[in-house]
């Protein structure tokens, strides 16, 4: 069920009750129901708690990178996919279908080159992506 099941324009509009208001004792009474937190909270959980510190970010800042290097690339005129975008920057997988122009295009907007990866780990991944796009059947 949505959140809002229905548009703005079409909620009935309400005010507020003066007297709860002022009878509301802090720590004491509930505006919400028991039903209503527990299910607030299960849709604030984050996935994999017991991850160290800093994971969630990580994945948030990997998405977002992914994301930068295929609208940047996708501007230009670049027909990359986003999935094919995601392969190529974490698996160096070209697509087989795509210029080798294209492929470095991406590759130059990835997080190694932003220098989110150490240098030697993105000589690596270039390599990689190079010897793949030159050795395909």
């Known amino acids: 069920m949505p959140l809002f099941p229905n548009p703005k324009l ?3 509009p309400v005010g507020y009750h003066r007297d709860f208001l002022e009878n509301y004792r802090p720590n004491v009474d509930n505006y919400l129901t028991s039903e209503d937190k527990d299910r607030l909270v299960k849709i604030g959980k984050t996935q994999g708690d017991n991850q160290p510190a800093g994971t969630y970010a990580q994945q948030i800042l990997n998405r977002l990178l992914i994301d930068l290097s295929w609208n ?3 501007l230009e005129g670049n027909t990359y ?3 094919d975008t995601e392969l190529l920057i974490y698996e ?3 697509a087989g279908n795509k210029s080798p122009k294209e492929t470095q295009m991406i ?3 990835s997080p190694q080159q932003m220098g989110m990866i150490p240098f030697r ?3 690596m991944q270039y390599n990689l992506c190079i010897y793949n796009f030159c050795n395909q059947t």
Request: aromatic residues 6%; contains cysteine.
């Open 72 to 74: 940047s690339s996708h």
């Open 107 to 109: 590759f130059l907007r």
């Open 92 to 94: 160096g997988k070209p």
């Open 81 to 83: 996919s986003l999935l």
């Open 10 to 12: 079409k909620r009935i």
């Open 121 to 123: 780990a993105a000589c």
